[in-house]
């Protein structure tokens, strides 16, 4: 297995944030001077994404979740808290489903624990075909205002030509990959309700893809959930302090 690459930020307690789709490590960019002034923060790029080699085999989250857990016992890191922003959330249940031993602390940020509906699933395949026949910048330029909330279309008109930066510099295979593996993922409600660690939940008030409804799923004394007024699925460039403050509480308060 090819090894993932990573930026590291920081010191301190260790978080590893993963990234969404179609994006990759830089994703966080905005996030970091905040975060890696009291966390140490590792940024790795998910398999066929950003400068990560692309996956072999037949897609699947599963995958990338041992691709995360290689990647870490390479670099040392025997437990972190493991964030993940949407698709990185479903990689981060499948890495406490898979390698439990990795994970101190575990965060969905504009994600969820539940599989597609039949009607994501055929839109998944809808989007393969789209990235086959017309390639990712046609593709990138469709999906990505979807991402942030409706006024940020003309506020954050810079965010969202860096966000369609980012998803073009990926693969079309790494993407197709991506899709494929989010199509497949199975629901992973359970882990979040029996979960043996701390759980953190972050909702964007206005996110058109994951809503609130399905990312604030679980209640306990193990969850820390928080909402984000005037956000969309992109926290991390809508609300970068306030995702950057719920972050730095948690691990804080997690690491006591
Ligand atoms: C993401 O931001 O990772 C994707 O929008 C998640 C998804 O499509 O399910």
Same mark, same amino acid.
């Given at each position: !297995?090819?090894?993932?690459?990573?930026?590291?930020?920081?010191?301190?307690?260790?978080?590893?944030?993963?990234?969404?789709? &179609?994006?990759?490590?830089?994703?966080?960019?905005?996030?970091?001077?905040?975060?890696?002034?009291?966390?140490?923060?590792?940024?790795?790029?998910?398999?066929?994404?950003?400068?990560?080699?692309?996956?072999?085999?037949?897609?699947?989250?599963?995958?990338?979740?041992?691709?995360?857990?290689?990647? !870490?016992?390479?670099?040392?890191?025997?437990?972190? /808290?493991?964030?993940?922003?949407?698709?990185?959330?479903?990689?981060?249940?499948?890495?406490?489903?898979?390698?439990?031993?990795?994970?101190?602390? =575990?965060?969905?940020?504009?994600? /969820?624990?539940?599989?597609?509906?039949?009607?994501?699933?055929?839109?998944?395949?809808?989007?393969?075909?789209?990235?086959?026949?017309?390639?990712?910048?046609?593709?990138?330029?469709?999906?990505? &205002?979807?991402?942030?909330? &409706?006024?940020?279309?003309?506020?954050?008109?810079?965010?969202?030509?860096?966000?369609?930066?980012?998803?073009?510099?990926?693969?079309?295979?790494?993407?197709?990959?991506?899709?494929?593996?989010?199509?497949?993922?199975?629901?992973?409600?359970?882990?979040?309700?029996?979960?043996?660690?701390?759980?953190?939940?972050?909702?964007?008030?206005?996110?058109?893809?994951?809503?609130?409804?399905?990312?604030?799923?679980?209640?306990?004394?193990?969850? /820390?959930?928080?909402?984000?007024?005037?956000?969309?699925? !992109?926290?991390?460039?809508?609300?970068?302090?306030?995702?950057?403050?719920? =972050?730095?509480?948690?691990? /804080?308060?997690?690491?006591?």
């Amino acid at each position: !297995m090819q090894i993932l690459t990573h930026q590291e930020h920081g010191s301190g307690n260790p978080v590893v944030l993963l990234h969404g789709f &179609p994006g990759s490590s830089a994703y966080w960019q905005l996030m970091l001077p905040q975060s890696a002034a009291a966390c140490r923060v590792y940024t790795p790029d998910l398999p066929g994404h950003g400068a990560s080699p692309l996956p072999d085999g037949e897609a699947s989250i599963d995958a990338y979740a041992d691709a995360v857990a290689a990647w !870490m016992r390479h670099i040392g890191l025997g437990r972190a /808290t493991i964030l993940g922003h949407s698709m990185g959330g479903y990689t981060a249940l499948a890495l406490l489903e898979r390698h439990p031993d990795a994970v101190s602390a =575990i965060g969905l940020i504009h994600s /969820t624990p539940y599989a597609d509906s039949d009607e994501a699933k055929q839109n998944r395949l809808n989007q393969i075909a789209r990235i086959r026949e017309e390639g990712m910048d046609t593709f990138v330029e469709g999906m990505v &205002p979807k991402l942030f909330a &409706p006024q940020h279309l003309t506020s954050m008109p810079e965010h969202i030509e860096t966000v369609k930066a980012i998803g073009r510099r990926n693969p079309p295979e790494g993407a197709m990959y991506a899709l494929e593996a989010m199509r497949k993922r199975p629901e992973r409600l359970h882990l979040l309700q029996q979960a043996g660690v701390p759980v953190l939940l972050v909702a964007g008030e206005e996110d058109q893809v994951i809503s609130p409804a399905r990312t604030l799923v679980v209640e306990g004394d193990h969850v /820390t959930s928080a909402s984000l007024p005037g956000c969309g699925h !992109m926290g991390m460039y809508e609300r970068p302090a306030q995702l950057a403050d719920v =972050i730095i509480s948690f691990v /804080t308060q997690t690491a006591l």
